[in-house]
Every structure is written in structure tokens, then in C-alpha cells.
């Protein structure tokens, strides 16, 4: 999540530049101070720091109170999930092909994450933690079978733990989907901003500049972990507000294709 975060705005600046011709020049005034989620969530409502955030949609004030652009920055990447595991178990796991098979394994979270919700719903046993660096030493003590990661997060949480826990892996059988995602939300003041925002972004879905820059800068993160070679297990998420597009499917990254260049 934390790398979406970070290239996140490239997309905003590419949007805000495809619209100049229509919309005039821009000034982009970054909010650069730490905040936590809750504040972002509480600022972009108020509008008085912030009118633009890039958030997901598992908060329903947020969702009830801007103007979410409809586009996943993404591409749903936030829901693509491979699991951090304990070397010793990849063959037990090579054995799950289907929903049935992962209900057979604990799945360890942090009590208050999105996901949560989730999991339960598709009935998936859970192992919660309070805090997020206990989930590592669980998992290696064997309180749970699976740590998911979104695709993002798995190589570079390997690569930090690594050292404390030689016996972690990541799994090379399983990808958990389920939809969730990246989106730009926009204060409720500024109707004019969010419509160019979503034109601009809908122009670069048009031109491949949206699938160009995706590719620059979570291209090879994806390709590490040959999604198009893994068996996917979808799971179903009832709590995603109705605006959100899960049934165009061109927004969306499609594993059977996410290895290959372009």
C-alpha cells in the first residue's frame, strides 16, 4: 500500500496535465506535514488543509461526504493479495486450488485492517494481531498458515524481515483477489476539480498513457511474483460502496496478463 501511496499523485499530475487544453493551468499545493488516515479522511471532508486525497474505499464517511472519482488508480492492486508463509508449508499450500482448500488455513491480520471484514465473510479462518510487527513472528511460530500481502507490499516486507525470520517466504502458488482499491477523492466544494480530475484520467485510459505509467511504476513489482502463473482465488467483498466499478473490467489488471511485458 505504502508504494501506491507514494506514486500515487503521478497520476494526479498526469490527469491535471492532460486537461490543461480544456481546463486551463494548475497549481498543485502538497500538504506535506505526517497525518494519520482518520485526519486525511476528517481534512479532505472540512476542506480546509486539503480537497484532494488518495485513499480506499473502506471508509464510509469518506465515501458518503466527497466526491470519489470512480477510477482505480491501481487497478485494483490493493486487493490482489500474496501470502507471506513459512518456508516448510509451500507444499501443503501447492495443495489449495479452491475457496474449500483455503478454509483449511488460518489466515493471520491486523484486528482493525479493511481486510478483516472480508476474510469473515468468506468464512476464511482468521488469527487477528493488535499490532502489525507481531504478525511476523506469529506466522514463523505457526499461529496462522497465511500472512496476505498486496502485491506490493510482499517483496519489500520479505526483504525487511528477512534477517529476523530466515524461515519466511513468499508463496508461489496462491494470489487471494478480492475488489479493492486505490481511488482519488475530492472535497464536496470542488465539483469543477473532481470532474477534470476524472476527465483527465479517462483521457489517459483512452490514450495508454494510464496503462504506460502503471506499468513504470508497479510493472516490475507485479512481474516479480508471476501473478499469471498462480491459481486464483477470488473472494467475495459485499461491502464496497456502489459506486465503485467492479463490473468494467478494462479498469481492473488481469492476472493472466500482468507478466507479460508492455
Do not use: C
Amino acid at each position: 500500500d505504502e508504494v501506491v501511496r507514494e506514486r500515487r499523485w503521478d497520476f494526479l499530475i498526469a490527469a491535471l496535465d492532460h486537461t490543461i487544453p480544456t481546463y486551463g493551468p494548475y497549481v498543485i499545493d502538497a500538504y506535506s506535514e505526517p497525518m494519520s488516515t482518520q485526519r486525511e479522511i476528517e481534512e479532505v471532508i472540512s476542506g480546509r488543509l486539503i480537497n484532494v486525497i488518495a485513499s480506499d474505499p473502506g471508509h464510509p464517511d469518506l465515501n458518503a461526504q466527497t466526491i470519489p472519482i470512480a477510477i482505480p488508480i491501481d487497478k485494483g492492486l490493493l486487493g490482489y493479495r500474496v501470502a507471506l508463509i513459512r518456508r516448510d508449508q509451500q507444499t501443503r499450500i501447492n495443495e489449495v486450488n479452491d475457496i474449500q482448500g483455503l478454509r483449511l488455513l488460518n489466515v493471520g491480520q491486523g484486528q482493525d485492517w479493511g481486510d478483516v471484514p472480508v476474510y469473515r465473510f468468506n468464512r476464511i479462518p482468521l488469527v487477528t494481531a493488535s499490532h502489525y510487527d507481531q504478525l511476523f513472528p506469529m506466522l514463523i511460530h505457526r499461529r496462522f498458515d497465511l500472512f496476505p500481502r498486496g502485491a506490493l507490499e510482499v517483496t519489500p516486507e520479505l526483504t525487511s524481515f528477512r534477517t529476523l525470520y530466515p524461515d519466511m517466504a513468499i508463496d508461489t502458488h496462491l494470489l487471494i483477489r478480492y475488489p479493492y482499491a486505490q481511488f482519488f477523492y475530492v472535497n464536496k466544494s470542488d465539483p469543477l476539480i473532481a470532474q477534470r480530475i476524472k476527465d483527465g484520467l479517462k483521457a489517459m485510459r483512452k490514450d495508454g498513457s494510464f496503462d504506460a505509467l502503471f506499468q513504470k511504476n508497479f510493472g516490475q513489482a507485479v512481474a516479480d511474483l508471476h501473478l499469471e502463473r498462480r491459481v486464483v482465488i477470488d473472494l467475495n467483498n459485499p461491502f464496497l460502496p456502489s459506486w465503485v466499478p467492479v463490473e468494467r473490467k478494462e479498469l481492473w489488471l488481469d492476472p493472466v496478463t500482468a507478466g507479460k511485458p508492455g
